[in-house]
């Protein structure tokens, strides 16, 4: 069962844009943390973004300046805007939704790839 939904990844030259979005399904409930993770070949996956329920944002430093996490009113789908993307940024993007229950979800993954 797909419990979200994830889109928005491509393929983009060096310093060009691309926007991530993920939508979680309706049988989630109490969403707590919704960040963005992301995974090179090769390496593990890590941290790239998150928002908290109160809307505390928190990034890696890689990406400061460059992405923005964001929800929509309903806090049901989170956006990646990234910018000035780089070679190093790609990598599969995953997306993570995590509730007040302690439940873990995970995406299916969406691949971005910068030409440099």
């Known amino acids: 069962q797909v419990q979200q939904v994830e889109s928005g990844g491509g393929l983009v030259q060096v310093g060009g844009s691309l926007r991530l979005s993920c939508a979680a399904s309706r049988s989630i409930f109490s969403i707590d943390v919704m960040g963005w993770y992301r995974q090179a070949p090769g390496k593990q996956r890590d941290l790239v973004a998150l928002?908290?329920?109160?809307?505390?944002?928190t990034y890696t430093d890689s990406v400061k300046g460059r992405f923005t996490i964001s929800r929509d009113a309903a806090k049901t789908t989170v956006y990646l805007q990234m910018n000035s993307l780089k070679p190093e940024d790609t990598a599969v993007y995953y997306c993570?939704?995590?509730?007040?229950?302690?439940?873990?979800?995970w995406g299916q993954g969406t691949q971005v790839t910068v030409s440099s």
């Open positions: 993570r939704i995590t509730t007040t229950t302690a439940n873990d979800y």
């Open positions: 928002i908290t329920r109160a809307g505390r944002t």
